[in-house]
């Protein structure tokens, strides 16, 4: 606030300086008549002389149905039918992505030492994510709803980092937990079953997520409620419960919520309104706590992916190549992402390389939210 007191020290010297008489030419003064403003308007009365005409809200209808803006709005007629759980495709983990390391590069990047925790780490997108860490010198548990599934993918990743380090006797150890990221008292009985497995956890990864294609005033409340739970509850409640036990260790940490460019801006054409503010939701949460838990030494920030070729996605495109085309018409690079593209990422964030980096959202989307 500008003080009265300050005021009046600055205006007392103004008032005791001597007035010195200037002589001034008269101002020049420049007007236009009204009129002038309806004489540009009339120039460009004939639609057919106006270089910038008005955007054309109705085609002729002998014309074609396609329109201006068609590219930029959401269709209800676009369904994409996801598999029940069951007959979700696997997740292969990368080939060829880890293994021993003979170039040099910043020892801040390793993970040597640490224990992460992947939610959602059985599939897609988390499942790759987590063998980064592992392939950085991370101890993992992966958390997902489906535990066998989980176990299978936590024997896979160290056979795979078996097969790439030969020789090597130091396994890191992976281990497998079942939980449902929207209930309080399974998340924080999966941290305290991490808690005894590994002894302590430094990072976190909310890879656990789903997304769901209706339009919104058909979308099944209960439906858009579970939706919800797990992006946005599932994300709130493994932060809050990893962050609990960092403070109680008084020890630094990294977590990394997994968002998407859905929340920064409106994918078409499919319509899913609630998954957009979800992610928008998730983005903001990671500020959010980023602030909050500066002091402790906690470092909170956000992936956004773009569209990435999971297996899940392969599956549903493979199906629908029209919507494949559409998708990469609006990439700038021309192409979707892969799991692989995260991996360096996520390893990143998690790591001493980005010790100043706390409440970012990084986007993987090759270049889709620029443009």
């Keep these: 606030m500008f003080k009265p007191s300050i005021a009046r020290h600055v205006i007392k010297p103004l008032r005791t300086t001597p007035v010195i008489a200037v002589t001034t030419r008269p101002a020049t003064t420049f007007t236009r008549s009204?009129?002038?403003?309806?004489?540009?308007?009339?120039?460009?009365?004939?639609?057919?002389?106006?270089?910038?005409?008005?955007?054309?809200?109705?085609?002729?209808?002998e014309a074609s149905a396609e329109r201006e803006g068609q590219f930029a709005r959401t269709?209800?007629?676009?369904?994409?039918?996801?598999?029940?759980?069951?007959?979700?495709?696997?997740?292969?983990?990368?080939?060829?992505?880890?293994?021993?390391?003979?170039?040099?590069t910043l020892a801040q990047f390793s993970l040597e030492g640490k224990v992460s925790v992947v939610t959602g780490g059985a599939r897609g997108l988390g499942l790759v994510m987590a063998q980064a860490l592992v392939a950085s010198g991370s101890d993992l548990a992966i958390i997902d709803l489906n535990g066998e599934e989980a176990e299978s993918a936590a024997a896979s990743l160290v056979e795979q980092f078996r097969k790439e380090n030969p020789g090597l006797e130091d396994m890191p150890e992976v281990t497998a937990h079942y939980a449902d990221v929207a209930?309080?008292?399974?998340?924080?009985?999966?941290?305290?079953?991490?808690?005894?497995?590994?002894?302590?956890?430094?990072?976190?990864?909310?890879s656990a997520g789903f997304t769901e294609n209706f339009e919104a005033i058909n979308y099944p409340f209960d439906r858009m409620q579970k939706l919800w739970g797990v992006n946005v509850d599932g994300t709130y409640l493994f932060a809050t419960s990893v962050a609990k036990h960092l403070m109680e260790r008084k020890a630094p940490g990294s977590i990394v919520m997994i968002g998407s460019m859905s929340g920064s801006i409106v994918n078409v054409?499919?319509?899913?309104?609630?998954?957009?503010?979800?992610?928008?939701?998730?983005?903001?949460?990671?500020?959010?706590?980023?602030?909050?838990?500066?002091?402790?030494?906690?470092?909170?920030?956000?992936?956004?992916?773009?569209?990435?070729?999971?297996?899940l996605t392969r599956k549903i495109l493979d199906e629908n190549p029209k919507l494949r085309d559409h998708w990469t018409s609006l990439i700038p690079v021309g192409k979707m992402g892969t799991p692989e593209d995260l991996m360096g990422a996520v390893t990143f964030l998690l790591s001493?390389?980005?010790?100043?980096?706390?409440?970012?959202?990084?986007?993987?989307?090759?270049?889709?939210?620029?443009?």
């Excluded at 002038?36 to 002389?49: C, E, F, G």
């Excluded at 008292?185 to 590994?198: C, P, Q, R, T, W």
């Excluded at 010790?355 to 090759?366: F, M, S």
């Design 183 to 206: 209930s309080p008292d399974s998340v924080n009985n999966a941290v305290a079953e991490v808690l005894a497995k590994h002894g302590q956890i430094d990072n976190l990864v909310t």
């Design 352 to 371: 001493d390389a980005s010790k100043y980096i706390t409440g970012a959202d990084l986007r993987v989307d090759g270049g889709y939210t620029v443009t």
């Design 269 to 311: 054409p499919q319509p899913q309104a609630p998954y957009n503010a979800a992610k928008a939701a998730v983005r903001h949460l990671a500020a959010s706590l980023a602030v909050e838990w500066a002091r402790h030494d906690i470092r909170v920030n956000c992936i956004s992916p773009g569209y990435m070729l999971t297996a």
């Design 75 to 104: 269709d209800d007629s676009v369904q994409i039918e996801y598999p029940p759980d069951s007959e979700m495709p696997a997740q292969p983990v990368a080939q060829g992505r880890g293994g021993m390391h003979y170039k040099r």
């Design 34 to 61: 009204l009129s002038q403003t309806a004489s540009l308007r009339k120039k460009h009365n004939d639609p057919a002389k106006d270089k910038i005409p008005a955007p054309t809200l109705k085609t002729p209808e």
